[in-house]
């Protein structure tokens, strides 16, 4: 990968559904976490699977504004380390994420 990501904490979480989702994302929020400006869709975990949208939550270790070329590296970065997609242009999952980015 070209150039050095930003330093934080990504992490993925649930949308919020019920009370216990509302005080997950606020104990986030407290901590200083915040959330991705673009759309995340989880890849499917399996053969039969598919996307799951999320959100993609972040805590930042050092101020920086991250732009959304920076996010769409971080999120193939995710996707190839964490769920091994190597051919992520292909993922159903990533095209949701550049339709959100694009519309």
Request: charged content about 25%; hydrophobic content about 35%; glycine content about 4%.
């Amino acid at each position: 990968m070209r150039g050095k990501l930003p330093s934080l904490v990504v992490f993925e979480t649930e949308k919020v559904h019920d009370s216990q989702g509302i005080k997950r994302i606020q104990f986030f929020r407290k901590m200083g976490a915040e959330f991705c400006p673009i759309e995340y869709y989880q890849p499917a975990l399996s053969e039969y699977g598919r996307a799951m949208n999320l959100h993609l939550m972040y805590h930042p270790l050092a101020k920086h504004h991250l732009s959304t070329r920076e996010w769409l590296r971080i999120i193939k970065s995710i996707y190839r380390d964490v769920y091994g997609i190597r051919d992520y242009e292909n993922d159903e999952a990533f095209h949701l994420v550049l339709s959100e980015y694009c519309s």
